[in-house]
């Protein structure tokens, strides 16, 4: 089965780029995902990449997608401090998501 | 829409008792999801239904049991509650069309807090 693996923690500054990086196993995901928990909430979708993609862009977020090493990363331009949350990347094939543990941002001013 | 709601917010059991935790979506999903996530961890599947009458074991099942009469409801029942059950529980529904398709966002519901002592 799917595994997911990624980074416990990154603490960045203000303004500074975040990148999340995320290492999974089962190459027949046909999408792969970074969802977003905010503190005592549910997972919210951030954005995803379909598997035949290398790179996908959505205003401050880019998502870079390694096939071969098997690679995931999101990265955040000009963080903010209302991007702290967990960040969970995710992928599988349809209905059966495995998360990574998440990865908590963590934004000083 | 309320998207998918959960009841209850919060709950505290003895050991030995049991519960159902609720989950409902307005959103005609066909697929629905039960998650356990314990501190500083990632979420683990529990059950997840394919539709309404069809259920199947997630990756940590045990101590559960699940049905799902309904393409709203998909209630999770704990029978014999222990304390390695405290956790935050998400319900989330998708749809997943038949074959490939628009992205199968998960949406989720807000969580129930359970302590078991």
């Known amino acids: 089965g799917e595994d997911v693996e990624q980074s416990l923690f990154l603490s960045v500054r203000e303004g500074d780029s975040s990148v999340i990086n995320c290492t999974y196993t089962?190459?027949?995901?046909?999408?792969l995902y970074w969802y977003k928990q905010e503190p005592g909430a549910g997972l919210q979708l951030l954005t995803y990449?379909?598997?035949?993609?290398d790179m996908k862009q959505d205003q401050r977020l880019t998502v870079l997608l390694n096939k071969k090493d098997k690679h995931l990363s999101l990265r955040i331009a000009d963080t903010q401090t209302g991007d702290s949350a967990i960040y969970f990347c995710g992928g599988g094939s349809q209905g059966n998501l495995i998360f990574g543990k998440g990865t908590k941002l963590s934004v000083k001013p | 829409n309320a998207g998918v709601t959960q009841t209850p917010k919060f709950r505290i059991l003895k050991i030995g008792q049991s519960m159902t935790l609720q989950c409902a979506q307005d959103?005609?999903?066909?697929?629905m999801y039960w998650y356990r996530q314990d501190p500083g961890m990632g979420l683990k599947l529990i059950y997840y239904?394919?539709?309404?009458?069809?259920?199947d074991k997630g990756e940590v099942p045990n101590g559960y049991n699940v049905s799902r009469s309904t393409t709203e409801d998909f209630p999770l029942r704990l029978e014999l509650a222990a304390p390695s059950q405290t956790s935050v529980y998400f319900c989330a529904s998708s749809y997943s069309p038949l074959a490939g398709g628009p992205v199968e966002e998960q949406f989720f519901g807000p969580g129930t807090r359970l302590t078991v002592l």
């Open positions: 239904s394919v539709g309404a009458g069809i259920t």
């Open positions: 990449i379909f598997s035949n993609m």
């Open positions: 959103m005609n999903h066909n697929y």
């Open positions: 089962d190459s027949s995901s046909t999408y």
